[in-house]
């Protein structure tokens, strides 16, 4: 029995090191400012051919440091980078620092050293080619998978699912970011839901858009709402919100 546990113990470190990060990847943003609410979610997926984007390189040595940088084919232009540690913590779970901020090009601020940026991450392997790093609170593994899970309706969806959508839903607002309680009002008024859970949110790439997931509860049935910000006809800042179906949003989905 002691050997056992002397062997079991052994184990732990190693399954720690098989490392499902490790190599090269596209982000959908620079690996930075967890804190935030639309770093939530990172997702990973295996470089092909991509011209302009997001990369981020988790080594492959013993000081597990990754660097995270924007690259494009142009000269003109800002060309920041994030230097970092990432810690594995648990068989599914990360925990990324980032310390260092640098640009090159043609940009404003300056470089920085970064204080108390880090957060800690659900790993949750897509396919082979593609990851989710879903921010967790809890570490509770099953509450992180379905958190998890639920982002596979909200993302890799095209941003020409806004195209030609009459808004039923529109306000004035200085700032773009995502408005759940605009959401809850929408379904509670609009879609006319009694009883019902926003499950999960994400921006559409490329668009100041946001798409919610909402379920209705009594019927298990999930209808999209999206969020878009726009300037209106008099110059102003405003949100539209319109909904969509899941046979809709599957039409969009890449």
Known sequence: MKHIAIFLLLCVPSMYAQNPLEGEWITNSLLINFKVEDHNLFVLTQRKYESFGYNTVFGKNNKNQYTSYYFAPCGNDCFPSITGTFEPIAPSYVRLNALKF????DCKHRNEKLHNDTADYYIYKVSDKKIFLVKSTSKNEKEDQEKAKNYLLVTCIKDNVVYNRKTKMEIEVKGMEPLPAQIEKYATDILQ??????????????RAAWIFAVKDLTTGVITYVIQENYIDEKGKEAVGFFDCTEDEVEKFRQ
Request: net charge negative.
């Open 102 to 105: 640098e640009q090159s090009g």
């Open 193 to 206: 839901l009694k009883n019902f859970k926003i499950l999960v949110y994400n921006g559409l790439e490329d």
